[in-house]
């Protein structure tokens, strides 16, 4: 691992390089760095919903169908038949639920790689604030830094992403799913 870490060393390092000032060169490289992580992250989960939007499609289609009868045997055919077709709705949404999680978790691969890279880069070395933050004292260290930029940026290109995304995409139909 720290021959790979060590092979992306010379990318990594261009954004601490850029400004003189250490302290400032460090928050700034971060949030290069962080930049990077959500990019590579983002495209990471397109291409992974690319890959399995068929299911994906499948387990929600079978949840509002099950929904659907639910809600009718319990207006009409009476409890047992309710339990029966929501126990079958919820392994549909388990499904669905299992996948996205892996999808997100597909996504956030670059992270680890970065916290490794900086740490074998800077070790424990941070920016000194002139005040005590709680629980962090007042040199917070590498992940608070990258945290502290990772997840505005996740959450704006995410947005950013997903407009871009349902521009492109054409509406899905019966006609362009096919079913395992």
Request: hydrophobic fraction near 50%; charged fraction near 15%; include cysteine.
């Amino acid at each position: 691992m720290e021959t790979f870490l060590l092979w992306l060393d010379p990318v990594f390092v261009l954004p601490f390089r850029v400004i003189p000032h250490p302290e400032v060169a460090y928050i700034f490289g971060t949030g290069c760095l962080a930049l990077i992580a959500v990019l590579l992250g983002l495209v990471t989960l397109s291409l992974a919903n690319r890959l399995h939007a068929k299911r994906l499609k499948k387990y929600q289609d079978q949840m509002q169908h099950y929904h659907k009868l639910s809600e009718q045997a319990l207006s009409s055919e009476g409890k047992e038949a309710f339990k029966a077709v929501n126990r079958q709705g919820h392994e549909a949404f388990g499904y669905h639920f299992s996948l996205s999680g892996a999808l997100f978790v597909a996504s956030i691969w670059p992270v680890p790689i970065i916290f490794a890279w900086m740490h074998l880069r800077f070790g424990d070395l941070s920016p000194v604030l002139p005040f005590n933050l709680p629980l962090f004292g007042n040199q917070p260290g590498m992940v608070f830094w990258f945290i502290l930029y990772y997840i505005p940026l996740r959450m704006y290109f995410s947005r950013v992403w997903r407009k871009l995304q349902l521009r492109k995409r054409e509406p899905l139909s019966e006609s362009n799913i096919m079913y395992p």
